[in-house]
């Protein structure tokens, strides 16, 4: 039953995150800066106190109480995961949503589902599934088999956007993607894809904050809203700076003033894309609660926002016009991507 828990909730955190980009296709005018500002002071601000207020009251009391040292490397995953975030973001607007999510979150999968065994490699701690450990046992060499071919999925979705590239104009590729740049967006989302791992391996560094929650007799469901708040502030931190950069060197922040721009509807499809950006970690947090933060939890995340990122692509028609052997090739990638999360979920038992 834990599982199944587990299963619904990672797939409800999926869904969420695949598609979060949605409501961003409705803001009209704006520079890319000016709606991401917006989304993300809901997304990583507002949203996660809300959250946590909610379900741990004294989570400041957590925080205050926690060990400088785990606040502060919690804190710099988060800003690691910041950048992959940003990047995210532009991936998405050169490749579209369905190879986008697929290349990016292909490489995320991959990287965050080993960087908890490589952190306990380093630092090693009692119950906790450490790099070698993986690597001597049947499951663990399954599991990383299972990464292989995540990454093997992640080749052929690539392919898949090469062959659009080749066979579409730039005319016909912008119609459904604006900006379509297959070099910047692969580029973009590969360093999206490695460092939006950080995410994971920030919810390892801030454990403490979660089981303390625990012990002080909040529900286990919600134990890493906690930890969400200090990750959530370094992605934060990156993106507005990144993004006030970007204001001011296109003068974009006059978006805010501009009265001949839907302001009001603007902002509300902004927030909600930051708000149901925010509930993939709200429900991968009690997912996580149900099958531990291992490759499985993560792994499985991913290939839920993959699967339905690709849905909304298929609906926005971003393969229209293709031949039908590039159809067949993303198609493949995909089944491989989400192949590779049997594997590591069979891995993960073993």
């Known amino acids: 039953m834990q599982a199944l828990l587990g299963l619904l909730f990672h797939s409800i ?11 961003y296709n409705r803001v009209k005018g704006w520079a890319w800066e000016s709606y991401w500002m917006v989304g993300g002071v809901f997304s990583w601000l507002v949203a996660p106190l809300v959250a946590t207020w ?7 009391e957590i925080i205050f109480s926690t060990d400088i040292k785990v606040l502060l490397f919690t804190y710099l995953m988060g800003l690691f995961w910041g950048i992959g975030g940003l990047s995210f973001g532009l991936g998405v607007r050169y490749l579209g949503m369905s190879l986008g999510n697929s290349v ?11 960087m908890p065994a490589v952190y306990y490699n380093i630092f090693p701690e009692e119950g906790k599934t450490s790099l070698n450990d993986m690597l001597s046992v ?35 590729q912008k119609k459904t993607v604006a900006e379509f740049n297959l070099v910047k967006g692969l580029v973009v989302a590969i360093l999206s894809g ?3 791992s950080f995410f994971n391996f920030g919810i390892e560094a801030g454990k403490n904050m979660a089981d303390a929650a625990v012990i002080a007799g909040h529900n286990p469901l919600f134990q890493n809203n906690v930890t969400f708040v200090i990750i959530l502030w370094g992605g934060l931190t990156t993106n507005f700076i990144w993004t006030t ?6 003068k974009s922040f006059k978006d805010f003033g501009d009265k001949t721009k839907p302001l009001i509807s603007n902002i509300l499809f902004s927030a909600l894309a ?8 709200f429900c991968y947090g009690m997912g996580e ?25 298929i609906y926005r028609q971003e393969w229209k016009g293709v031949r039908p052997a590039t159809k067949r090739t993303i198609i493949a990638g995909i089944i491989i991507i989400i192949f590779s999360v049997v594997l590591v979920g069979i891995g993960n038992s073993m």
Do not use: D, R
Request: glycine share 14%; with cysteine; net charge neutral.
């Open 194 to 196: 490695v460092l939006s």
């Open 274 to 281: 930051g708000i149901t950006w925010f509930l993939q970690f």
């Open 54 to 60: 909610l379900t741990i009251p004294n989570f400041l």
């Open 138 to 172: 049947t499951g663990g060499q399954m599991v990383l088999f299972g990464v292989f071919v995540c990454l093997l999925g992640i080749v052929v979705c690539g392919k898949a956007g090469m062959m659009k590239e080749k066979e579409l104009s730039p005319e016909e």
């Open 13 to 23: 955190g999926g869904v969420a995150a695949g598609s979060f980009y949605m409501p």
């Open 289 to 313: 609660s149900k099958l531990g933060n291992g490759a499985s939890s993560w792994i499985l995340h991913m290939s839920t926002i993959i699967l339905t990122a690709n849905l909304w692509g």
């Open 104 to 114: 990016v979150l292909g490489f995320c999968a991959a990287f965050g589902a080993l």
């Open 245 to 250: 950069i970007l204001s001011i060197q296109n």
